[in-house]
């Protein structure tokens, strides 16, 4: 599947290891419960970890000085829990790292997905970075304050003074 990243299509250099397989050399993204074994092969190339929807990103809090990307998965596009893993990683843990989502997604949330803090969609086969890329561009005016450090505009950070 192609790899979405600042409005391009980019060659996806990292192995996504199952959890039976034996952990190869190389940039490899792994599931939490073998986080521990990725980080024990020191020098061997470049570490992400694949978290589900019911995994909690507290859980990498002492690994993420030494994890350089973060998967997250939508198993439905009505499914929000990738969007408050994003942003939690960005906001509470302040991780630096790439964040990619897998798995089902619209190209309506792709502007959202970015002010969460997301920086990689692996996007369906097929699909059109042109469509992705006027989804990001469809909205121009945020009123919600974002990990992109915009400053939002509208009424909610207008002073109201009393009469």
């Known amino acids: 599947m192609p790899l979405l990243e600042n409005g391009q299509i980019v060659e996806d250099g990292w192995t996504l290891v199952q959890d039976d397989q034996a952990l190869p050399d190389g940039d490899i993204l792994v599931p939490l419960a073998r986080l521990s074994e990725g980080l024990g092969r020191n020098g061997k190339g470049r570490l992400g970890v694949a978290l589900k929807p019911d995994e909690r990103v507290e859980e990498l809090k ?3 000085p030494r994890i350089d990307l973060v998967s997250l998965t939508f198993p439905i596009f009505r499914d ?3 969007f408050t893993q994003a942003r939690s990683l960005r906001e509470h ?3 630096a790292g790439s964040v990619r989502v897998t798995g089902h997604f619209l190209p ?3 502007e959202f997905l970015l002010r969460c803090g997301v920086s990689q969609l692996v996007i369906p086969e097929g699909s059109d970075p042109a469509v992705w890329q006027k989804a990001h561009e469809r909205i121009t005016v945020a009123y919600q304050p974002s990990v992109l450090n915009e400053r939002p ?3 909610a950070f207008r002073r109201f003074l009393s009469p």
Do not use: K, S
């Open 108 to 110: 309506d949330q792709y």
């Open 62 to 64: 002492e690994a993420l």
């Open 93 to 95: 843990l302040h991780f």
């Open 80 to 82: 929000g829990r990738a």
């Open 153 to 155: 505009e509208g009424f």
